[in-house]
Nanobody, 119 residues
């Protein structure tokens, strides 16, 4: 089995910064991509940022210039550095990984971490 565990969420004032981490563990052969999603109350889940094992990244327009996704391949860990946070960034942030295992490949999710931006 594969487990994804997020950390780093919390309460921050507008304009502040947070760094989210998501570590994948278990019987992993390789990871193709990792991504961060978020879901605010009453809204649909939104893809925030993705990164491939080769380091190619993409971002939703609303976070471009404010967030940076990175990955430590050796640690199977993805990070999301969020700067200049806004109240509208408040959401539960979850990581997702496309993982290759000896039995095949599939998508796995973490349990989520709450980010609240408020004064």
């Amino acid at each position: 089995q594969v487990q994804l565990v997020e950390s780093g969420g919390g309460l921050v004032q507008p304009g502040g910064s947070l760094r989210l981490s998501c570590a994948a563990s278990g019987t992993i052969f390789s990871i193709y991509t990792m991504a961060w999603y978020r879901q605010a109350p009453g809204k649909q889940r939104e893809l925030v940022a993705t990164i491939t094992s080769a380091g190619t990244t993409s971002y939703v327009d609303s976070v471009k210039g404010r967030c940076t996704i990175s990955m430590n391949n050796a640690k199977n860990t993805v990070y999301l550095q969020m700067n200049s946070l806004k109240p509208e960034d408040t959401a539960v942030y979850s990581c997702n990984a496309l993982v290759s295992r000896t039995t095949g490949r599939g998508y796995y999710w973490g349990q989520g971490t709450q980010v609240t931006v408020s004064s």
